[in-house]
């Protein structure tokens, strides 16, 4: 295969804390050579385990950016063994333009794996991250949270995984990070995931949903910065004890946790995150937007459990997920 483009700024292999940049070459009209910048820091102190951390995977989530600027700025190289490799913006383009993809060739990042060295900005970027940056690590953390038309209960979660070992780890990573909730997370369409390029790997992979709505808050940002450190205790590359509170375990064991809008509208929420849910119980009913008189469709739950998800904006279209519930366990 050919060599990927991007260019670090840094050195990898360095003791010391080093910020700069992946380069990645890109030609266009108001830059004949220009390059896309990625912001990357470096610290490295001897041997030992690496971490690589990563936050805007989509270019509208806030928390794992937050966390991972403070933690680029503040961890000192003598606090570390081994090494911690961070990138607070994965889909960088799309960060900068505060929105999901990409703004230079609508790349979904999660959905881009294992991207082509050849290929568009987003897969280039895919492509390094899956030859080179994740196989230099022994635990990935992939902060995510809702963007702008999801709202999420701040949770960490795992996948099941097939080498139940490597499943056991993540589980344990994950109690590590010690979110306000913990889940066996199922994905609805896992194919050129950046989790699932990374499980393959046969890393330890700890993804999150921190919060959303485009936005982040206080109380989620600091259960970022909580967890990565307490995920860093855990991989033995900073020294002290865990900052841990009670967490509560969540399952998805089906498809009938997501709920999806047959139809455009108005949306009137009917239940709100962390309420329980009985069975066929209205989760949300949705309005014509474009008349009176008519009565809305309701979305009744499919499952009893826990509001784990929900459509954040006021308006829904025809395929929008509007809930998902999740079960306690
Ligand atoms: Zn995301």
């Known amino acids: ?35 896309v910048m990625m ?3 470096v610290i490295r102190n001897g041997d030992g385990p690496t971490a690589l951390l990563t936050g ?21 190289p003598a606090e570390v063994t081994g090494r911690v490799i961070i990138v607070p913006a994965l889909n960088y383009p799309a960060f900068r333009a ?24 987003t897969q280039k970027i895919a492509d390094y991250f899956q030859r080179t940056l994740v196989p230099m690590a022994d635990i990935v953390l992939d902060y995510h949270s809702g963007g702008k038309t999801l709202d999420f209960l701040p949770f960490a979660a795992v996948h099941v995984l097939e080498d139940k070992a490597q499943e056991a780890a993540s589980v344990a990573a994950m109690k590590a990070f010690n ?8 994905e609805i369409d896992a194919v050129g995931m950046f989790d699932t390029a990374v499980e393959e790997q046969g890393k330890v992979f700890v993804t999150t949903e921190l919060g959303g709505g485009g936005t982040a808050t206080a109380r989620s940002i600091g259960i970022a910065k909580k967890g990565v450190r307490n995920l860093l205790i855990h991989a033995g590359i900073l020294k002290g004890a865990l900052e841990t509170g009670p967490t509560v375990n969540l399952d998805m064991p089906d498809g009938d946790c997501f709920h999806f809008a047959e139809g455009d509208g108005l949306i009137e929420p009917m239940s709100d995150l962390g309420d329980v849910v ?37 308006l829904v279209k025809a395929g929008d997920c509007v809930a998902v519930i999740a079960v306690e366990v």
Not at 8 to 32: E, K, M, N, W
Not at 56 to 76: K, Q, R, S, W
């Open 98 to 121: 505060g929105t999901r993809t990409s703004p230079i060739d609508k790349g979904n990042m999660n959905r881009s794996f294992p991207g082509a060295p050849d290929g568009t900005v």
């Open 179 to 186: 979110a306000p909730w913990s889940m066996m997370m199922l």
């Open 1 to 35: 295969m050919k060599p990927n483009p991007i260019m670090p700024t840094i050195p990898f292999d360095q003791d010391g804390a080093h910020h700069g940049f992946l380069r990645l070459p890109y030609s266009r009209d108001d830059s004949a050579w220009g390059s």
């Open 39 to 41: 912001p990357i820091t």
């Open 278 to 314: 009985a069975k066929g119980q209205p989760l949300a009913r949705i309005w014509a937007p474009d008349r009176t008189g008519v009565p809305p469709v309701t979305i009744a739950a499919k499952r009893a459990g826990l509001l784990t998800a929900r459509h954040f904006p006021g």
């Open 56 to 76: 805007a995977n989509h270019g509208d989530e806030y928390e794992g950016p937050v966390a991972l600027m403070d933690l680029a700025a503040t961890l000192d």
